[in-house]
């Protein structure tokens, strides 16, 4: 093994010499404590290292040593529940072993090497057999059937399968034989985390990815293998809604990436998964969840890793056919990583000293994300993976490079307003100004789950664009310079941002609303309003239409449990009664 | 011993150049010895070839490069600690200034100190009563958060601190607390404050001090709040005991850093603050919290000075991003005379939730505060349209509106520096003034609540 000197410390980087022959992106050993380290770049027989640790206490003249493989993470049963920081290092087995806080150099393998799975093959001595193809498969959740495949780069025949029983990760559970000859099989894989796990084909998203948040499923919905981003100032609420998604989102699988943010949000997630139960299937959510955490307090350089370590976990997770959801808070955090090394090497900086290669790994990232037919020569499965990133500009201001590079390749766009969070409008997201292009993808999807969704979702745009044009006019010159069709139009908009958009992420009732019954709310909403015209032009006042006291159970329609959905028909037909005795009443005093 | 070096290259600003130095590490400790003897402490910010760039705590000044030696001490800067350090009185880098006796440490710590691990945190969730109610009604504070405060210029930042200070505690509880408080770069008439407050509340038996005053070298700052903090977990998680860290004024903090980065020529981030600024502020605010298994907790109450009153600027921003909300001072108000100025909209408390509620504070809490988030944000857009068009443009709703701003203002927002007022009275007055407001308007309280708290 190539073995070099350290002649340059500049906190996560590290330079050392007499390095001829390391490959680009190798892990290193680093000083007398064995830090791990990644290649970044070459110079004759100098080599820049990313050092996942702290480096304070190394010292110049100490050993590099090149571990011959770049960075790459356990992949196989046990991966789920658990908690793990950017190079994959089991946050908890840590702490059992050195105590609250986190020291450097210690080496843990991620998965458990001695807990026992329960196998059952899936094939048979004599298949012939190509990566992706299934061999067995392992209960590794109540929720999740791990799959164990064949590994990418091996095809053959099998000559040897376990048979059902229990097994370690790295018990031999199959033999193949190659052109290269035989291959022993365990359940564990190793994979580098920069380098995309191959698939047949990408398909184009046609599924929601429903999240029970209705600003986003019935506005701006996300589709299972698509891209969101959610940039947003401090406290305009993209956490939430990042974990809204985790807990509520119809995915099979989900990742949550704690890039380089606070300590106690993952506490949070660690505490309240195992206790939230899965709205489809009543488990905990913590059963079909991996925590990757670098917190901002974590070294630097580890918080670059922890994307590309979820990513890769999920790719995983999606070839078994699953759809997988990730979520990356902050992306931001991971981009001034970037920064922070490209700095220390002296790199020329582009915008806001972003190195010049932003836009491009951004795009990498999200690029990972998409509906795939996966490997397998026996099947066609079908996996997908969400990526929806977290940005947090300097500011709030969009211009910032990273919510700008991110915006040119994901397809939707939830934008935040600190203005609307002060008013305690959540989720803050601006109707006006966010985007999903997915509306077209779903359109099919949607008439088998709610029709005419789309057509009462462009009638209430339509209205939330009137009202702001409306509001600029009031400014101006007052709400008695309105006509009675344009008050109808505030209040009818003022009920749809309070009465929907708005959703409470801590209430108990309002935290998730499925597809169905955001349909009905915002039907009933429409419906009045509809109701409401038709008055107008028989010249029924505005105020005697604001009065109706069915209005205050519309507003109060969210808090219709999911299993009453019949309320709604009662709802309907009252309001239909109240309007025919308004036009009765009417007609009399005429 | 250590190996002493004459080979002083360069100074420049805060730092210095050494070369030809056989063993050194990075971030390691250095003392430096000018020709007069006097003795300087330094830290080594980066190691290339032979040569280390130190950054010196008490600045350069009166440093020569033919007479001054440098010896590398092998390790990271520590302080010692021990539990003579309450009622003390150090400077920035943890040395007595008080004319006590010195302290024989316990033990050394790394100021540095270490990330805790997140599986090892607990969630903070006991609500601590501050007795203000913009903070404990609306932005609640909870033990084991950080929350910092948002001031500028001239607003009464301090006072609000030694309020807190003074009548903070967790209800049913009699528990050992301790302050352990940062001063950067502030003036001596505001420390002052602090101390006299500490002396006459008799918090000083249970306070330690850290003083770094304008006048007093400004490198030193970057090493103040690691001290401070290194000292409040000594105290919470090996003496149990729960410890509010107040650190003031962090925008002087990351001015040191500023400084130290221009002087290395890093390519400047927004405002010429370095691009790891938000990395840096981590390391000290992520440095609360509570950690299972133990008794102790720190809660912090960092405070900064916004530069124009610009809560984009770097500082606040930066801050912000970290921190677990922000309680944010408005000169509008300070003007009206209205103390404590807390503008409670832009103000946050992202723990609140877990803190409130049956059991912790009371039942209607989250859903009173709601409701007057959005009367109060009502009633403000109100007056602002009445400012353009006059009173009359208004609609009958939006005058009551505006009425209850104005009532919220004065009645619920406007207390004594020395009124405590408990939580139940906090929510009675939200209550009391949400009268004002027509009963169909009230759409986030629920009916029951209405006939519990209202109508009693
Ligand atoms: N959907 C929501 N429902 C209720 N409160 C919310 C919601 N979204 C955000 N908030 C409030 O806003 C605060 C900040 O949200 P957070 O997601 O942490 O912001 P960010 O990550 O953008 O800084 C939360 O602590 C909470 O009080
Ligand atoms: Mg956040």
Redesign the pocket.
Known sequence: MIKGQIVKIAGPLVVAENMAGVSMYNVVKVSKFGLVGEVIELKQDKVSIQVYEETIGIGRGEPVEDTGVPLSIELGPGLLESIFDGIQRPLDVIKQKTGNYITRGVSVPALNRDKKWAFEPLAKKGDKVSPGDKLGVVQETVLIKHYIMVPNDIEGELIELAVKGNYTITELIAKIKTTEGVQEITMLRKWPVRKMRPYIEKMAPKELLSSG?RVIDTFFPVTKGGTACIP?????????????LAKWADADVVIYIGCG?RGN?ITDVLLEFPELKDPKSGEPLMKRTVLVANTSNMPVAAREASIYTGVTMAEYYRDMGYNVALMA??TSRWAEALREISGRMEEMPGEEGYPAYLASRIAGFYERAGQVVCLASKEKRIGSISIIG?V?PPGGDLSDPVVQATLRIVKVFWG?EDKL?YR?H???INWLRSYSLYLENIEEYLKTVAPEISSLRSKSMRILQEEAELEEIVRLVGVDALSDHDKLTMETAKSIREDFLH????DMQDTYTSLKKQYNMLKLIISFHERSLKCLENKISTKEIFNLPVRDKIAKSKFIPEDQMIAFDYLENEMSQVFEKLFAHHTEKK | MFKEYLSVTAVSGPLLLAEHIEEVKYGELVEIELENKEIRRGQVLEVSGDKALIQIFEGSTGINLTGSRVRFSGKSIEIGVSMDMLSRVFNGLGEPIDNGPKILPEKKIDINGSPINPYARDFPQEFIQTGISSIDGMNTLVRGQKLPIFSGSGLPHARIAAQIARQAKVLGKEEEFAVVFGAMGITFEEANFFIEDFKKTGAIDRAVLFINLASDPPIERIATPRVVLSTAEYLAFEKDKHVLVILTDMTNYCEALREVSAARKEVPGRRGYPGYLYTDLASIYERAGRIQGKKGSITQIPILTMPEDDKTHPVPDLT??ITE?QILLSRALHQKNIYPPIDVLPS??????KGIGRGRTREDHADVTNQLFAAYARGKEAKELAVILGDAALSDIDKQFSKFADEYENKFLAQGEYTNRTIEETLNIGWELLKILPRSELKRVKEEQIKTYMDK
């Not at chain 1, 947003?232 to 809204?244: A, L, N, R």
């Not at chain 2, 946050?348 to 939730?353: A, H, M, P, T, V």
């Open positions: 948040q947003g100032p401090f406290g305009s609420g993209k956490t939430v809604v990042q974990q809204q943010e949000e808070d902050s977290a947090s935040l969070a305690r959540f989720p803050a959703q409470n992420a801590f | 912000g991003y909300g946050l408390s992202r723990l609140k939730q």
